[in-house]
């Protein structure tokens, strides 16, 4: 084989290679089906998607009340 013919054998190796692990990149980061089912779940039962970002607590009804008093 001639060097011009390897170096073309080099880089269609590598470029598959490159092609290969971003298909895997690509499909990994695909959610699971099980997560999509189980948030549909959620929904029909009245829960929320969104994340919780409040709690009302018994410190913080009392911070209020510092609040408006």
Not at 7 to 13: D, P
Not at 34 to 45: C, F, I, S, V
Request: overall charge positive.
């Amino acid at each position: 084989m001639s060097q011009a013919k390897k170096s073309v054998a080099r880089r269609t190796f590598l470029v598959g290679l490159l092609t290969g692990a971003g298909a895997v990149a690509a499909l990994s980061s695909v959610p699971k089906k099980a997560a999509a089912k189980k948030e549909k779940g959620l929904a029909r039962a009245g829960a929320s998607i969104q994340p919780i970002l409040y709690r009302r607590t018994k410190e913080v009804e009392r911070y209020y009340k510092t609040l408006y008093t």
